[in-house]
């Protein structure tokens, strides 16, 4: 039950943190709140992915940017607005910001052995959300080219 | 619109979207279709995050080419749509340059919120990712205090123009004596929950994801420097909290 009752408070956390640097990024109105509500999605998939798919950190952040992205990706033609406006935002709570922090305090602290450790997890993790993001929003950029590449040529036999 | 209003009005819009913080290839795409709306035959573009190369051929084969250094980033969502409306609107309409350079610089002057607003915002996200991390109410509420006091840090910071590196050591060190203090005065239970919360209203968490997208997207040098630049921003910060934690013999070296 408190594990629970944890999932929910960094869930809530999650929407207020990004809440927070979309107001620093400068959003407005509507979109403040729906990148908020982007970063509180993307941390429900991690702990989902986590709780009943594979227990594998790396695998729930590359899940949860994929999330992340598809929402983004959407909501960014809904509100005509760059993709990015909702990605960074989104993605926020899942940046190993921290882990990066600890990296380095290691190397500063002539720990090497835990420099290391966190130092390869660091990068595992920041590729992990980059590649989750590349993959969704290549996907999309090939969908949509397919998508005008018709649109185009039924055009044309029109006229 | 002659070539070489083209090329300052393209350089002018390129440099804003990047300081805004557009990605790499939504700003080449952005200036390789306005060229092409005015009639350039090819137009090359370049551009790394500190810089845009770019070379516009017209149809009777004269080019000019122009760079522009950009130093100084200042993320602005809201400033970024309206760029990228107008360069929607440039080249459904193609207008005349007047019109263009009224609307770029009415976007331009805009200014982002307010100093207090701003504050509350890192008071709510340091707040916020405290309790994230696993600290306490009370963490929560010291960790709002030092967030709110190092906007003003930062704030100061950025009117002074100090060194990058240099202005992250000063901005860590102050929240982690800001943390230990607390933690000392009892006014907080864990400082490094407290100071992690902190961190990451400082750390180029975002630098280092967009390094890497950028880097698979083909944009190499980009990602190189974005990447380089994240991880020297991550030890000024370290070095920041050192410094404290040795005055408060957390640490030994």
Redo the contacts between chains.
């Keep these: 039950m408190s594990e629970f009752k944890?999932y929910i408070?960094?869930i809530a956390?999650?929407f207020?943190?990004a809440?927070?640097?979309?107001?620093?990024?400068?959003?407005?109105r509507t979109?403040m709140l729906i990148s908020a509500l982007g970063g509180a999605l993307g941390w429900t998939v991690f702990t989902l992915v986590k709780l009943y798919a594979v227990d594998s950190e790396l695998f729930c952040l590359f899940a949860a940017a994929m999330a992340v992205t598809v929402y983004a990706e959407i909501f960014a033609r809904i509100k005509?607005?760059?993709t990015?406006?909702f990605l960074?935002v989104g993605?926020?709570?899942m940046?190993?910001?921290?882990a990066?922090?600890y990296?380095?305090?290691y190397?500063?602290?002539?720990d090497l052995d835990k420099f290391l450790d966190t130092g390869v997890y660091?990068l595992k993790s920041?590729?992990a959300?980059?590649?989750g993001?590349?993959v969704v929003s290549t996907a999309v950029r090939m969908a949509s080219a397919v998508v005008t590449h018709f649109y185009k040529k039924k055009k044309g036999t029109e006229t | 619109m002659n070539s070489d209003e083209l090329l300052k009005f393209s350089l002018d819009l390129g440099e804003q979207m990047l300081v805004s913080?557009?990605?790499i290839s939504?700003v080449e795409d952005t200036l390789q279709r306005i060229a092409h709306v005015f009639g350039c035959k090819s137009a090359d573009v370049f551009v790394i995050t500190s810089v845009i190369f770019l070379t516009l051929t017209d149809s009777e084969d004269r080019s000019v080419t122009g760079t522009r250094r950009v130093s100084r980033y200042d993320?602005?969502?809201?400033?970024?749509?309206k760029y990228?409306?107008l360069s929607r609107y440039i080249c459904a309409n193609v207008p005349e340059i007047d019109e263009i350079r009224e609307r770029f610089e009415e976007v331009k002057q805009e200014k982002?919120?307010s100093l207090p607003?701003?504050v509350?915002?890192?008071a709510?996200?340091s707040?916020?990712?405290t309790?994230?991390?696993?600290g306490s109410a009370i963490d929560a509420a010291a960790s709002a205090v030092a967030g709110a006091v190092l906007k003003l840090i930062v704030f100061a910071q950025s009117k002074t123009k100090v060194n990058m590196v240099f202005s992250n050591v000063i901005s860590s060190a102050a929240v982690c004596l800001l943390a230990f203090s607390f933690v000392r005065l009892g006014f907080g239970e864990d400082s490094s929950k407290i100071i992690?919360g902190n961190?990451?209203l400082l750390?180029?968490?975002?630098a280092?994801?967009?390094?890497?997208?950028d880097m698979?997207?083909g944009d190499i040098i980009s990602g190189m420097l974005r990447l380089f630049e994240?991880?020297i921003i991550?030890?000024a910060?370290?070095?920041g909290?050192?410094l404290v934690a040795l005055m408060f013999g957390g640490?030994t070296?």
């Design positions: 944890l408070l960094q956390t999650a207020f943190g809440m927070g640097f979309s107001l620093l990024y400068n959003t407005r979109k005509k607005t760059p990015t406006t960074v993605i926020i709570s940046i190993p910001g921290s990066l922090y990296t380095m305090s190397a500063v602290g002539n660091t920041a590729m959300l980059a590649v993001i590349i | 913080g557009a990605e939504r993320t602005n969502l809201d400033k970024l749509h990228n409306d982002g919120y607003l701003q509350f915002a890192c709510m996200i707040a916020s990712f309790l994230f991390f696993g992690v961190i990451m750390i180029p968490g975002v280092l994801t967009n390094s890497i997208r698979i997207s994240a991880l991550a030890f910060i370290a070095a909290y050192i640490v070296l």
